[in-house]
């Protein structure tokens, strides 16, 4: 299961202009996610899990100015 975050805060500049950080994390916690056993009959590896499904933790920073 993936657990994804996201915050942000928005800033007052003045008036009119504004300024907002924005945080985003997918997989928060960077749980692996396995792929399928082996599933051919009669091989060494039958049964065996040994591949993850490639789903890393990744960031995503921005910032926006408005104005």
């Known amino acids: 299961m993936n657990f994804d975050f996201s915050t942000f ?8 202009k ?5 945080a985003e994390f997918f997989n928060l916690f960077n749980n ?10 009669g091989v060494a590896a039958f049964g065996r899990i040994s591949s ?16």
């Open 9 to 16: 805060k928005a800033f007052a500049i003045g008036e009119r």
């Open 18 to 22: 504004s300024l907002e950080f924005r």
């Open 32 to 41: 692996p996610h396995f792929a399928s056993p082996v599933t051919t009959f």
């Open 52 to 67: 993850t499904i490639l789903t890393p933790r990744e960031i995503q920073l921005g910032l926006r100015f408005a104005f």
